[in-house]
């Protein structure tokens, strides 16, 4: 089973630009679908990007312009590049990997706070 870490999340100011992690505790060259989703206080967890093996990537329309996702398969880490920081990007993200007829685990996802 892969476990997954996130990392990178702190506070920032709005406007500020932050990088968040996700390492992987194998290998992530057999997944073909990789995604961030954030989850806010009080809030259901929303997709925030994915990217899928052979196609270009998607976002939400909050984040879009603003947020990449991007991969590294040699060091197993799926990073998520957020830029033009609002505060109502504030919500803890997590990470999830998808492959056929597996799905990783959520991991403790990392806290990203957006002050005004």
């Known amino acids: 089973q892969v476990q997954l870490v996130e990392s990178g999340g702190a506070l920032v100011q709005a406007g500020g630009s932050l990088r968040l992690s996700c390492e992987a505790s194998?290998?992530?060259?057999?997944?073909?679908?990789m995604g961030w989703y954030r989850q806010a206080p009080g809030k259901e967890r929303e997709l925030v990007a994915t990217?899928?093996?052979?196609?270009?990537?998607n976002y939400a329309d909050a984040v879009k312009g603003r947020f990449t996702i991007s991969k590294d398969n040699a060091k197993n880490t799926v990073y998520l590049q957020m830029n033009s920081l609002k505060p109502e990007d504030t919500a803890v993200y997590y990470c999830k990997l998808t492959r056929q007829r597996y799905v990783t685990p959520w991991g403790k996802g990392t806290l990203v706070t957006v002050s005004s």
């Open positions: 194998g290998s992530i060259a057999s997944f073909s679908a």
């Open positions: 990217i899928l093996i052979g196609s270009s990537a």
